[in-house]
């Protein structure tokens, strides 16, 4: 990661383009999986309400907030050619200043982080040197279309997961948790594919050898499709092994959905991403909270 900026520091960051810059749409994810374990769990929440608040937070506004402005700062040459009004590269955001944001979010994550006990310290940690992993030299793992989308993927529904039912569970959770958030984190590849879309141009132009940039689009939709799709057909199948059929039936539905979506998005992937990402992605969610009371009704 090269400290020196490209835009000198003569005067504060915008307050709007700070807020742009940890980017709030993309909470959400985080901080609904962290929820999945929370219910999961099986745990009797009475009086365990500012354990889950302040694991929600934690999840969504610090760690990916976080992983945001780490990733803004170490694309701002090729947002400068996908997205030029982004806050680094139009200047809303001057000098070095995307670095020190992300890096006092850093250490404010591990010090929230540590309010949560051993197991949230330590996915915090983990979350917080993988986002760092991700977007910054040497590392930028951003780099692979498979590596990159996968560890995004695992940290955005996988070790939330994970975390809200270790911290509920005050230890390591059940074996079906592990498993059923596994999945999900790997569906997730899927979707984090067809984010990578929208940078498609500035990628191939640097170096960032995304799947949409490595396969082409069609190719790479239709790898994301099935990404997404054959882990949910394996929670279907566990569910259905673990005396959970209704449950099963309700994912299937949304699975359905899906895959109606899907076909929709590959009549034309490069245009249909960012609807699927507001469509199919919303069913995909659907059914991990379905999972969720699943497992909760096996604890």
Request: contains cysteine; positive net charge; hydrophobic residues 55%.
């Amino acid at each position: 990661m090269s400290l020196s900026a490209d835009i000198p520091a003569r005067r504060l960051p915008d307050p709007a383009a700070m807020l742009r810059l940890i980017k709030p749409i993309t909470w959400f994810p985080p901080m609904w999986a962290y929820l999945c374990g929370v219910i999961s769990s099986g745990a009797v929440l009475t009086g365990q309400w500012s354990i889950v608040l302040l694991g929600v937070i934690l999840a969504g506004p610090i760690v990916c907030g976080m992983s945001q402005a780490a990733n803004d700062w170490c694309d701002r040459h090729v947002d400068a050619i996908n997205e030029p009004g982004r806050p680094i590269p139009s200047g809303r955001i001057p000098g070095r200043w995307g670095l020190w944001i992300a890096l006092a979010m850093s250490v404010l994550a591990l010090f929230v982080g540590w309010q949560l006990g051993p197991w949230g310290f330590a996915a915090t940690v983990f979350g917080v040197l993988a986002a760092w992993a991700y977007s910054a030299e040497p590392v930028r793992l951003k780099r692979s279309g498979w590596w990159g989308p996968g560890l995004v993927g695992l940290c955005y529904e996988g070790l939330p997961w994970f975390t809200g039912a270790a911290i509920l569970s005050a230890g390591a959770p059940r074996f079906e948790i592990v498993i059923i958030a596994a999945l999900y984190a790997l569906g997730a590849h899927g979707i984090m594919t067809l984010n990578d879309f929208k940078a498609l141009e500035g990628d191939r132009q640097t170096g960032v050898n995304s799947l949409p940039v490595t396969l082409g689009p069609a190719r790479a939709a239709k790898v994301a499709c099935w990404g997404m799709a054959l882990p949910q057909l394996v929670v279907i199948a566990l569910l259905m092994l673990w005396g959970k059929p209704w449950h099963a039936l309700a994912i299937t539905a949304l699975l359905v959905l899906q895959v109606a979506a899907m076909r929709t998005l590959l009549s034309d992937p490069k245009g249909r991403a960012p609807w699927y990402n507001g469509t199919g992605v919303t069913l995909y969610v659907a059914g991990m909270m379905v999972a969720a009371f699943a497992l909760r009704g096996l604890a």
